[in-house]
């Protein structure tokens, strides 16, 4: 074990406070973690944006409480490390940069991307700052190097959402580390750096897709993902209480959750590991010694329906015209359209004159998308919404799947379904207020009845 590269990340709840990072990084120790990750402190990133808003509205007198609010959250933990200047004064001098940012922000009265991605940084930066300093109180021998993430994640300047360049990634790992069994490296989620030096982040969730981005840029054997939740579920527990743990699953079907609603993981982070063949552990930094999900290419057991993702707030978007008959490269013109706004679709049907897809409802505020599609045709919005995902295998291949779910949702309307595209997933859309009560009775139908 000594010998393998483990990359690790923590998310934001264990980095909660003192006893949550020492957690963690007893945990780091005993996996042998090489490079561990670390989101914010809880609530931190929450607050920056909240700071931002403040700034941009001219109220200096928000700003200031959340400062300080902000530095008496870190200064507290901080004192149950060390008293020592060095990371004091390191620690005054992030929470300096912010105040220097936010009073730019508020003399503008607005906040530029770049800026925005700037001030977001700030969270992980100072809280890889206290875990490295929990690391070395709990294991004083070990060679604890704090590293910059940006000095590895380069990336392209799309600022908020920024993507990696994954050569230049690789280089950079080549350069910076120096792997042996008494030194390990932690660093941020969720930031990088352009070529020419400006920092970016790489969207929400993405301190998961960071740490599958080190683990492909060096290699790891395993990529480990902690959390407050003991892996993953067959379902949402909240909703259905015969949820089941899942303690194996393939890349393809986890990939499917991600995608669909599962927030365990965020839905960009297998693809590096896929493309390395990286083994994906998903565990609980509550509880380090629970089973937790392994995620491999490869899994023994393959059910036909292995959990149920759900994604509330969704709306049907439809698109009429006369015109769409006989037309030849009408779909395409019309997918142009969510692709030059870069709107992910998720289901798509068809009639001779319609085109019905689902998204986000928020994108029906999204002005300049529907003028857009407005030049094809009619366009109407169906709201409230919800978009049930059945994960599994051999989906297509299955007779009668259909005729059993149908049984299974009784009375509940399926406004739109969605089959065919993968052997892993069966989308349904259904109105918000009864999706709760389908999950229930399809998780009971294929799940919990075929143990």
């Keep these: 074990m000594a010998n393998q590269i483990i990359v690790s990340k923590f998310g934001g709840s264990s980095m909660a406070d003192e006893a949550a990072m020492d957690r963690s990084a007893k945990i780091a120790h005993r996996q042998n973690s090489s490079i561990v990750l670390v989101s914010a402190t809880y609530g931190t990133t929450d607050k920056l944006l909240e700071l931002i808003n403040t700034a941009q509205e001219g109220n200096w007198g928000t700003c200031e409480k959340l400062l300080f609010n ?107 580390f120096d792997f042996s ?112 999900t392994w995620i491999r290419q490869e899994v023994q057991d393959k059910p036909l329906i292995r959990a149920l993702a ?49 998204i986000d409802r928020s994108m029906m505020e999204h002005k300049a998308l529907i003028k857009d599609l407005e030049a094809f045709g009619e366009v109407s919005f169906e709201t409230g919404q919800a978009l049930i995902s059945l994960i599994g295998n051999k989906i297509l291949s299955t007779h009668g799947l259909a005729r059993d779910l149908f049984n299974a949702l009784g009375e509940i309307n399926v406004r739109m379904m969605c089959l065919g595209a993968s052997a892993h997933n069966f989308n349904l859309l259904v109105a918000e207020e009864d999706c709760n009560v389908a999950v229930q009775r399809l998780h009971e139908k294929f799940i919990e009845n075929c143990k």
């Design 181 to 292: 069994p008494e030194r390990i490296y932690i660093s941020q989620g969720f930031i990088g750096k352009t070529e020419a030096g400006h920092t970016t982040t790489l969207g929400r969730g993405g301190s998961d897709y960071s740490a599958a981005l080190f683990a492909q840029a060096v290699n790891a054997n395993v990529l480990e993902i902690w959390t407050d939740v003991a892996g993953i579920a067959s379902t949402d527990p909240r909703i259905c209480k015969g949820a089941t743990p899942i303690h194996e699953i393939s890349y393809d079907e986890a990939s499917e959750m991600a995608q669909y609603g599962a927030k365990i993981l965020h839905p960009t982070t297998l693809v590096p590991a896929m493309q390395k063949n990286i083994p994906v552990f998903v565990g609980s930094s509550y509880e380090g010694d629970a089973k937790g």
């Design 310 to 358: 759900k994604r509330s707030d969704q709306a049907l978007l439809t698109i009429r015209t006369p015109k769409m008959l006989n037309a030849i490269g009408f779909m395409g013109n019309i997918f142009n359209v969510f692709s030059n706004h870069q709107i992910s679709v998720d289901c798509v049907t068809t009639s001779e004159i319609s085109v019905s897809v689902s």
């Design 70 to 176: 902000l530095r008496e959250k870190h200064f507290d933990i901080l004192a149950n490390f060390t008293k020592d200047s060095d990371p004091t004064d390191k620690l005054k001098a992030l929470l300096k940069e912010l105040e220097t940012l936010s009073r730019g922000i508020f003399l503008l009265k607005e906040c530029s991307d770049k800026a925005r991605d700037q001030v977001l940084s700030l969270g992980e930066r100072m809280s890889s700052l206290l875990f490295s300093l929990s690391y070395k109180k709990l294991f004083p021998k070990k060679d604890v190097v704090l590293l910059d993430a940006r000095d590895v994640i380069i990336t392209d300047d799309k600022h908020t959402k920024a993507r990696p360049q994954i050569d230049v990634i690789a280089r950079k790992a080549k350069e910076v």
